[in-house]
């Protein structure tokens, strides 16, 4: 009963900003790292942040480094991803997803992901 629901995606300019909200349910959501994936048209995917739960680290790919920021709501079961600056290169379905296990772990693996929300940057 795994769930991530993606929202907040539209059309924003240049130079703009959105925030994507990920509603998680059907764990706990404390425990589980989180991740941002996005797949661009006509593109693989393309990892973009993790929280680490465990520390409270967060990761980001250099691309976005500056102007995207990861952040969870553990009491909400939210995870979020503030985007500014935006760039026509930011188009792209964003996805989130759960880490599999709980750490420490021998391994790891994305077990679930959200269907995805749209994101387009133009003018």
């Known amino acids: 009963q795994v769930q991530l629901v993606e929202s907040g995606g539209g059309l924003v300019q240049p130079g703009g900003s959105l925030r994507l909200s990920c509603a998680a349910s059907?764990?706990?959501?404390?425990?589980?790292?989180m991740y941002w994936v996005r797949q661009a048209p006509g593109k693989g995917l393309e990892w973009v942040s993790t929280?680490?739960?465990?520390?409270?680290?967060?990761y980001y790919t250099d691309s976005v480094k500056g102007r995207f920021t990861i952040a969870r709501d553990n009491a909400a079961n939210t995870l979020y991803l503030q985007m500014s600056g935006l760039k026509s290169e930011d188009t792209a379905v964003y996805f989130c997803?759960?880490?599999?296990?709980?750490?420490?772990?021998?391994?790891?693996?994305?077990?679930?992901w959200g269907k995805g929300t749209l994101v387009t940057v133009s003018s």
């Open positions: 997803a759960k880490r599999n296990r709980e750490s420490p772990s021998s391994y790891y693996g994305l077990d679930y």
């Open positions: 059907g764990f706990i959501f404390n425990n589980y790292w």
């Open positions: 929280f680490d739960t465990d520390n409270s680290n967060t």
